[in-house]
């Protein structure tokens, strides 16, 4: 029924879209998060929706271009030193926090190194209680902030730690003024002074948000002053089909991912859009750094089960056609893993290879009967908005002859138990925290086993942690290329995962909407968008 009423409203929409075009003096671009944002600092930044809306808020020392290279945001250059161990970062002297009244009077000051020595601090502080503490603990020495003069910052590391810069980029690392922080306290969330190319105006909970360029902002584009509109108006329509559907009427003019249900209606069998969309959107498909895959507990938990058996586990990834998979299920987006647990998109990595596992039902059938597996039966533990792949994944395993229960529970659920080692069978997915291969590689490593890091197999292999240690002390990019491809080769032999695929980001804009760059990381990065003449 429910399939029905899309298809009526969508029905509707083509009617009605040619009418719904913006006024020509409105410079606003709007997009809906639909699972709308809870905090505006970027120490709470843990979230898609979250990481969206801080990112035009606030900058850091770096920021990524479109090829997930680090490149200069408020620092203008860094070297490393001490053998890795010592980075300096030269700030810009142009650039200034958003006009606030915490300042006195009430204007902007200039951003300095004091800045972002007071900023990572409060990330790292228990009182502050930001998820984002990781990034620090553990890689900082002690006094391992320092401010040589306003332009100039020190950062000491423990030990060597390869992606270190990239991991900067990430928004737990923008800017704040101490200022803000003791104007509003933990209301800071909702009165944000950044440096970014937008700054805060309004925001009604549960209806919109409201960020305006910022006159002030320290970048350009060819000579012209970013962003180049004036700025952003954020809805938070929660239900994923009628916020496509207010993008069809002209409501909105950015439309992230496209909803299972309505799949086939946008897009045809080979992931393209539908011919009768194509004179009003523009589909922007692009590789993004998520992997998603079944987690086997190979510790304890599944010295009872079968699958404490790698030639079982290997088994269960050929019996998987993940091509058909892909075509069925998702309309040919996303790219079936043939490969290992790192994704396409990530610069540098690579998939030529031959290691991976290719779709051979007979022989995963006959492995199975060797090892008298046949009639095994496996509970897999999934969300609901998974369930169709599971259930596809469930008919390739009876087919070698092997049972398995499907359990669905809330995502809240599986994550707590995943976390706690409570499940030997789920699905999950990795989507990068940051671009270097070691924030896959590192949900491998023994000492990250959860819930005090992202290690949800509890696999644990000698010969892996050697080579993840190797590649943190690193800073040949060639060499801990090969360590990485050694140690996702090794992944995929003792296979305490089944790799399904390497998603696609899916963005539907206006064909009026022009410059909007894309990324692996699925960010956009509208200080470059612009409406057509």
Same mark, same amino acid.
């Given at each position: 029924?429910?399939?029905?009423?899309?298809?009526?409203?969508?029905?509707?929409?083509?009617?009605?879209?040619?009418?719904?075009?913006?006024?020509?003096?409105?410079?606003?671009? +709007?997009?809906?998060?639909?699972?709308?944002?809870?905090?505006?600092?970027?120490?709470?930044?843990?979230?898609?929706?979250?990481?969206w809306?801080?990112?035009?808020?606030?900058?850091?020392?770096?920021?990524?271009?479109?090829?997930?290279?680090?490149?200069?945001?408020? #620092?203008?250059?860094?070297?490393?030193?001490?053998?890795?161990?010592?980075?300096?970062?030269?700030? !810009?002297?142009?650039?200034?926090?958003?006009?606030s009244?915490?300042?006195?009077?009430?204007?902007?000051?200039?951003? &300095?190194?004091?800045?972002?020595?007071?900023?990572?601090?409060?990330?790292?502080?228990? #009182?502050?209680?930001?998820?984002?503490?990781?990034?620090?603990?553990?890689?900082?020495?002690?006094?391992?902030?320092?401010?040589?003069?306003?332009?100039?910052?020190?950062?000491?590391?423990? !030990?060597?730690?390869?992606?270190?810069?990239?991991?900067?980029?990430?928004?737990y690392?923008?800017?704040?003024?101490?200022?803000?922080?003791?104007?509003?306290?933990?209301?800071?969330?909702?009165?944000?002074?950044?440096?970014?190319?937008? +700054?805060?105006?309004?925001?009604?909970?549960?209806?919109?948000?409201?960020?305006?360029?910022?006159?002030?902002?320290?970048?350009?584009?060819?000579?012209?002053?970013?962003?180049?509109?004036?700025?952003?108006?954020?809805?938070?329509?929660?239900?994923?089909?009628?916020?496509?559907?207010?993008?069809?009427?002209?409501?909105?003019?950015?439309?992230?991912?496209?909803?299972?249900?309505?799949?086939?209606?946008?897009?045809?069998?080979?992931?393209?859009?539908?011919?009768?969309y194509?004179?009003?959107f523009?589909?922007?498909?692009?590789?993004?750094?998520? &992997?998603?895959?079944?987690?086997?507990?190979?510790?304890?938990?599944?010295?009872?089960?079968?699958?404490?058996?790698?030639?079982?586990?290997?088994?269960?990834?050929?019996a998987?056609?993940?091509?058909?998979?892909?075509?069925?299920?998702?309309?040919?987006?996303?790219? #079936?893993?043939?490969?290992?647990?790192?994704?396409?998109?990530?610069?540098? &990595?690579?998939?030529? !290879?031959?290691?991976?596992?290719?779709?051979?039902?007979?022989?995963?059938?006959?492995?199975i009967?060797?090892?008298?597996?046949?009639?095994?039966?496996?509970?897999? &533990?999934?969300?609901?908005?998974?369930?169709?792949?599971?259930?596809?994944?469930?008919?390739?395993f009876?087919?070698?002859?092997?049972?398995?229960?499907?359990?669905?529970?809330?995502?809240?659920?599986?994550?707590?138990?995943?976390?706690?080692?409570?499940?030997?069978?789920? +699905?999950?997915?990795?989507?990068?925290?940051?671009?270097?291969?070691?924030?896959?590689l590192?949900?491998?490593?023994?000492e990250?086993?959860?819930?005090?890091?992202?290690?949800?197999?509890?696999?644990?292999n000698?010969?892996?942690?050697?080579?993840?240690?190797?590649?943190?002390?690193?800073?040949?990019?060639?060499? !801990?290329?090969?360590?990485? +491809?050694?140690?996702?080769?090794?992944?995929?032999?003792?296979?305490?995962?089944?790799v399904?695929?390497?998603?696609?980001?899916?963005?539907l804009?206006?064909?009026?909407?022009?410059?909007?760059?894309s990324?692996?990381?699925?960010?956009?990065?509208?200080?470059?968008?612009?409406?057509?003449?």
């Amino acid at each position: 029924m429910n399939r029905v009423i899309v298809l009526i409203h969508i029905a509707l929409v083509l009617i009605s879209c040619s009418d719904s075009g913006r006024s020509s003096d409105q410079k606003f671009i +709007r997009y809906n998060a639909s699972n709308n944002i809870t905090s505006l600092d970027p120490a709470f930044a843990s979230n898609q929706d979250n990481i969206w809306a801080v990112i035009q808020l606030f900058n850091g020392l770096v920021q990524l271009d479109s090829n997930l290279n680090p490149v200069p945001a408020i #620092a203008h250059s860094w070297e490393m030193s001490d053998s890795g161990r010592l980075f300096t970062f030269h700030l !810009r002297q142009n650039v200034h926090f958003h006009l606030s009244s915490c300042f006195k009077p009430d204007e902007s000051r200039i951003v &300095t190194a004091h800045d972002f020595v007071y900023s990572f601090q409060r990330v790292m502080d228990p #009182a502050t209680a930001s998820p984002g503490a990781w990034i620090f603990n553990d890689k900082i020495s002690e006094n391992g902030f320092v401010a040589l003069d306003d332009s100039t910052l020190q950062i000491r590391l423990v !030990r060597p730690f390869a992606p270190f810069v990239s991991l900067l980029s990430m928004p737990y690392c923008m800017v704040v003024p101490h200022e803000a922080i003791d104007k509003y306290g933990r209301e800071f969330s909702r009165n944000p002074v950044g440096t970014g190319p937008y +700054r805060f105006k309004y925001w009604e909970e549960d209806v919109k948000l409201i960020l305006e360029k910022n006159q002030d902002y320290f970048e350009s584009q060819n000579g012209i002053s970013l962003p180049l509109n004036d700025g952003l108006a954020i809805s938070f329509v929660v239900n994923k089909q009628m916020a496509l559907l207010n993008f069809l009427k002209g409501e909105l003019d950015f439309y992230n991912g496209i909803h299972s249900s309505i799949k086939d209606e946008l897009l045809t069998s080979d992931g393209n859009l539908q011919a009768v969309y194509k004179e009003d959107f523009t589909l922007r498909k692009g590789p993004v750094l998520n &992997t998603e895959y079944l987690a086997i507990n190979v510790g304890e938990l599944a010295n009872t089960t079968a699958l404490s058996n790698k030639v079982f586990r290997r088994a269960l990834n050929m019996a998987i056609d993940r091509n058909k998979m892909i075509h069925h299920l998702r309309n040919n987006v996303g790219r #079936a893993a043939n490969g290992g647990f790192i994704p396409y998109g990530l610069p540098g &990595t690579g998939h030529d !290879r031959s290691s991976g596992f290719s779709y051979d039902r007979t022989n995963a059938q006959e492995i199975i009967d060797s090892l008298g597996y046949s009639g095994t039966e496996l509970k897999l &533990t999934t969300t609901k908005d998974y369930l169709d792949l599971c259930i596809f994944i469930q008919q390739a395993f009876k087919d070698v002859g092997v049972g398995c229960e499907i359990d669905v529970i809330p995502a809240s659920r599986l994550k707590e138990q995943k976390m706690q080692g409570d499940l030997s069978f789920f +699905r999950a997915s990795w989507i990068a925290d940051y671009p270097d291969a070691e924030n896959y590689l590192s949900c491998f490593y023994s000492e990250n086993f959860s819930p005090g890091g992202p290690n949800y197999t509890r696999y644990s292999n000698i010969a892996f942690d050697s080579l993840y240690d190797r590649s943190l002390l690193s800073s040949n990019a060639e060499e !801990r290329l090969e360590l990485y +491809r050694k140690m996702d080769d090794l992944v995929l032999e003792e296979a305490p995962v089944i790799v399904l695929f390497y998603d696609e980001s899916m963005q539907l804009t206006s064909r009026d909407l022009l410059g909007l760059p894309s990324n692996a990381l699925n960010i956009p990065q509208f200080k470059f968008a612009h409406w057509r003449e």
